[in-house]
């Protein structure tokens, strides 16, 4: 259901459920949730990538599961999966989507959650939920308007419409498009080099970017501040400006 490897420091997660286009059911979700607890105890991680296995990164949640759930189960459901998301969201370690072919309804919200998302060109994205009777219920109204716009954003929930990697790209969906035979290794390409960066640095941006928008400007301000000035006098602020003046790459912790 989930595959999981480490290797060089970069953590690559499948989605391998080909039989059901990797749809997101109860198992696939606790699996992954197990997977981001592996990644989070192994220091050696610093970029992840997610993709998935066959034709579809993630077709959805799992409509077969879902029909018949109600009430608190349909709400615990959709809180299993948001939480997880918004955990993915929240972590110090950037991650990657590399969105390898159908991306639908929570499967387009979960790589919203990601840092980063890129696509093969023969990538499909839409929120089919209008579709379905129901709505994005994996923190997709809200997280989908902070990426692409709220009109845009409501144009593809309302509709339904399916859009192909060009769109998703015109709309900062996604911020890079290859060849499906060039997908993976143009992914590892860009986790290598965001793994080259100060490993304390890019966990400082990542939590001024992630507490700052959602806090009011000012505050947002002065948690940039706050991490600015504990950036100064760590073994990489050192080693980075060193290496700067001594012409060289820097040897980063
Ligand atoms: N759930 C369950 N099974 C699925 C899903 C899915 N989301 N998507 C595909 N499958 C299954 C199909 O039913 C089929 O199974 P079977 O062989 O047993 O009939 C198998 O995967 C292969 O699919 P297709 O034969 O349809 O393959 P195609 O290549 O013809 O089409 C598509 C691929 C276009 C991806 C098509 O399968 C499709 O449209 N899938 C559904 C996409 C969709 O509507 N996704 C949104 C789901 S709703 C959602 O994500 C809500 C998230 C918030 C939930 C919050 C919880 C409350």
Redesign the pocket.
């Known amino acids: 259901m989930i595959k999981l490897t480490i290797n060089e420091g970069i953590a690559t997660v499948v989605f391998d459920r080909p039989?059901?286009?990797n749809?997101l059911n109860s198992e696939v979700i606790d699996a992954l949730s197990k997977a981001i607890e592996t990644i989070e105890s192994d220091n050696s991680v610093k970029v992840v990538v997610f993709t998935g296995a066959g034709?579809?990164f993630i077709?959805?949640?799992?409509?077969?599961e879902?029909e018949c759930l109600r009430g608190d189960e349909?709400r615990n459901?959709?809180k299993k999966?948001r939480d997880l998301f918004r955990k993915i969201e929240m972590l110090t370690i950037p991650t990657i989507a590399a969105i390898n072919g159908?991306a639908?309804?929570?499967?387009v919200?979960f790589a919203l959650s990601c840092t980063l998302r890129i696509a093969s060109e023969k990538a499909k994205f839409g929120l089919?939920?209008a579709t379905?009777g129901?709505i994005?219920?994996?923190s997709g109204t809200q997280r989908l308007p902070r990426v692409v716009g709220k009109s845009y954003a409501l144009y593809l929930m309302l509709t339904g419409a399916t859009i192909d990697a060009q769109a998703a790209l015109d709309h900062n969906l996604v911020t890079e498009i290859h060849t499906s035979e060039e997908l993976m290794d143009a992914t590892i390409l860009l986790a290598k080099r965001i793994a080259k960066s100060s490993k304390q640095a890019v966990e400082k941006i990542l939590t001024a970017v992630n507490l700052g928008m959602e806090a009011p400007i000012d505050s947002a301000l002065e948690i940039e501040t706050g991490l600015m000035a504990n950036a100064f006098g760590t073994k990489d602020q050192i080693e980075g400006m060193a290496a700067f003046r001594e012409k060289r790459k820097p040897n980063f912790e």
């Open positions: 039989d059901a286009m749809a034709k579809a077709a959805g949640a799992d409509i077969k879902m349909i459901f959709s999966g159908y639908f309804g929570g499967g919200e089919p939920e379905l129901i994005p219920g994996f």
